[in-house]
């Protein structure tokens, strides 16, 4: 079977048992996600679901901890292409876990868990369009799936804000950003996206998994403004918190 063939009907199997996995999840009784007690019908037991490491006050536009929850000084001093990030959790255990079982074991019945999460810290925030942040035809291969795009379908499923399926890319397979230090991710996503889209006069949201930097996402957002967007705001499940510098 040619490759292609191979990996047509890989995701066309992968839909259908998505779907059937998702029926199934919904009708039993579910073990936790986390300690294996029972959960009802969430992934998680009310009390791993409380004990969530959840962001305190933030910064509105980059999402990291300020104690007044005021524009951090960074962005004042740099304001991002972005203009609002909202961050459900921050990424550290037990979230870190549950994000690597979603991103690299296929695990997607997590991503009802994570675009829940959002929905919940998005507090009435409502964009014209919804898009996922791409990943590189290469990566998605791999993968089988974008984790992002999956926690998207189910957010425009919910709010009924249409989700942008096509016309924005990530064109260059580059080292994976976990790969690198902190310091060398914005050179390496520089010019990596491409938007094929007319975006005039639109406020979009671009959904993630976990925002690390946010150098990917400012690259991405310079993207959707050069193409008319408006307003470019990050929706992501979990917010990565910079490393200690003492
Ligand atoms: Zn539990
Ligand atoms: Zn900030």
């Known amino acids: 079977m040619s490759n292609f063939l191979g990996s047509a009907l890989d995701s066309a199997l992968g839909r259908f048992r998505r779907g059937a996995i998702d029926a199934a999840r919904r009708a039993l009784p579910q073990r936790c996600e986390l300690c294996a007690g029972t959960s009802g019908s969430e992934l998680l037991c009310p009390g791993c679901a409380r004990a969530l490491p959840r962001l305190g006050p933030a910064c509105p536009t980059c999402a990291l901890p300020i104690p ?81 795009y999956e926690i998207a379908r189910i957010l425009a499923r919910e709010l009924r804000i249409p989700l942008v399926r096509g016309g924005v890319h990530r064109d260059r397979a580059a080292p994976p950003q976990a790969a690198l230090p902190w310091t060398e991710r914005a050179k390496n996503v520089r010019g990596a996206f491409a938007c094929e889209l007319d975006l005039k006069g639109l406020s979009v949201a671009v959904v993630d998994d976990v925002m690390t930097t946010g150098a990917s996402l400012a690259e991405f957002a310079r993207t959707l403004k050069r193409a008319g967007a408006t307003r470019v705001e990050n929706w992501v499940v979990a917010r990565t918190l910079p490393p200690r510098s003492d």
């Open 68 to 148: 007044d929850g005021a524009v951090c000084g960074r962005c004042l001093a740099q304001p991002p292409p972005f203009d609002a990030t909202i961050a459900a959790f921050a990424y550290a255990f037990p979230v870190d876990r549950l994000m690597y079982a979603f991103k690299y074991h296929g695990r997607v019945a997590l991503a009802e868990w994570g675009a829940q999460a959002i929905l919940t810290a998005r507090a009435g925030a409502r964009p014209d369009r919804l898009v996922a942040l791409p990943l590189s035809r290469e990566r998605q291969r791999e993968r089988g799936y974008n984790q992002a």
